[in-house]
């Protein structure tokens, strides 16, 4: 199977449902942030160190890499128009939010206590996931009209919001436990620093 299929050389290209739509359509640009969170998802899994106090975030970056993939399915079947059967093909449930919750409480036991807004940076591997929480935050603002038309499953609203959360939790415990410390927010008086 070649790659390319010329099918979208028009600048359209096919939901789940079989529905040809524009390529700036709202679906595709919420499935085209959500594939950009996941790249960037993928640049944070390889700048990360080889380091033991860290190991577990790898595999569990990977496993929200997949998740991602069932997002963008659930987002490519709009629930107005997409048969029962392919709704049920690509429903997403609450359990991949609950989990990314259990990570963040896990992580935030070794953390300390977060009291003024920080600057994203410190290590590579933790700024790199910043650029993806930004991201992923872009894939939650384009879900919003969907999900205000019923149009995608709750759960996954949820799942961006839930892994924007984790994704900021990820970048602060790798900086920690890499031993880069983070830069905390000062108000800017039009001052230059030298």
């Given amino acids: ?78 629930r107005s128009r997409a048969s029962d059967a392919k709704k049920k093909r690509t429903h997403f449930d609450e359990q991949a939010s609950q989990l990314l919750e259990q990570w963040i409480d896990a992580m935030e036991e070794g953390l300390p206590r977060l009291t003024t807004f920080i600057l994203p940076g410190g290590h590579v591997a933790g700024a790199q996931l910043h650029l993806a929480r930004s991201i992923c935050r872009r894939a939650e603002r384009r879900v919003v009209p969907l999900n205000t038309q019923a149009d995608v499953c709750d759960h996954v609203f949820v799942y961006l919001n839930r892994l924007s959360d984790y994704l900021f939790v990820l970048s602060r415990y790798v900086n920690y436990q890499l031993g880069c410390p983070e830069t905390e927010w000062q108000h800017h008086k039009g001052q230059v620093t030298s």
């Fill in 1 to 78: 199977m070649k790659i390319y299929t010329k099918t979208g050389d028009t600048g359209q290209t096919s939901l789940f449902t079989g529905e040809r739509v524009p390529k700036d359509n709202h679906f595709i640009e919420a499935i085209g942030a959500v594939d950009e969170c996941n790249s960037a998802i993928g640049i944070a899994i390889a700048l990360l160190p080889d380091e033991a106090s860290i190991a577990s975030a790898r595999g569990q970056l990977e496993t929200i890499q997949h998740a991602l993939f069932d997002v963008g399915a659930a987002l490519a079947t709009p």
